[in-house]
């Protein structure tokens, strides 16, 4: 599959593994990360496996200008974008009350702004062309009001909300707007939840009728369908990759 595809947070963790898939599929990439080094070791780890076309943006990308470079870098050094992945994200998981006003902007800074303003930002180049697949990663959490997880499902709740929206406003001109919401994800975040409070890892995946977390590459796949051809009749949905933890 030819095309050029930005993953958002793409340095580590879910989103490399969505920018290895994508890779894998035959997509150029532009790897975004708030870490310099993490993003440089990404796209050479990809390079070195798939002899894809992989470049990196770095910046914060909760903020308006810098989301507006990141998607003129990707256009100036790829000629388009035909799909985007809002991966970007990350919140201060922790009891309502214990937040602060700073880790409540945080978590929604990180996990909503960032979505919105990629969007916002990628959107008129795709109605340009008359083409898009844009891929939010939401969170499955505010189907099921997971412990601890208020605050950061306030920002994913946009996301899914964001997502409905967008894909009605644009789908008569090419354009499909997804989430794809995992449960608990084996990432080295989730094993160091497990490392602090063994109890609490236990309570959240007691939640998940399969009994475990999901591999990153479970999530890689449902986005790499979602930002497929295949995929052009599925739009506004949100695609649940949980083990069972919310069912239809």
């Known amino acids: 599959m030819d095309g050029v595809a930005v993953v958002t947070g793409s340095g580590r963790g879910i ?26 070791e990404a796209r050479d780890k990809i390079r070195h496996e798939f002899s894809s076309k992989v470049e990196i943006f770095v910046g914060d990308i909760s903020a308006q200008d810098s989301n507006k470079e990141m998607i003129e870098y990707a256009i100036e050094n790829f000629g388009g974008i035909d799909v985007l992945v809002n991966n970007a994200g990350g919140g201060v998981i922790s009891p309502f009350l214990e937040h602060t006003p700073e880790s409540l902007h945080t978590t929604i800074s990180r996990n909503l702004w960032t979505t919105i303003w990629s969007c916002w ?3 008129p180049f ?16 505010v189907r099921n009001g997971l412990w601890n ?8 709740g ?3 909300g964001l997502t409905s929206g967008l894909a009605r406003e644009f789908a008569q001109q090419g354009i499909t707007v ?3 919401a995992p449960c608990a994800v084996s ?6 939840i497990g490392r602090l409070d063994k109890d609490m890892l236990a309570k959240y995946l007691s939640v998940i009728p399969m009994g475990r977390a999901a591999d990153m590459d479970e999530v890689a796949s449902a986005v790499s369908y979602l930002a497929s051809e295949e995929a052009r009749y599925i739009t506004g949905q949100v695609i649940s990759v949980n083990g069972g933890s919310t069912m239809l």
């Open 15 to 40: 989103g490399f593994a969505l920018a290895k898939r994508l890779a894998k599929d035959g997509f150029s990439l532009l790897i975004a990360d708030i870490d310099r080094d993490l993003a440089s």
């Open 126 to 141: 795709m109605v340009a062309k008359n083409y898009g697949r844009i891929v939010n990663i939401g969170a499955d959490s």
């Open 149 to 156: 997880h208020a605050a950061y499902n306030a920002a994913k």
């Open 121 to 123: 930002h990628v959107l």
């Open 158 to 160: 946009g996301v899914h």
């Open 178 to 180: 997804n989430t794809v």
């Open 187 to 192: 990432t080295p975040q989730l094993a160091e």
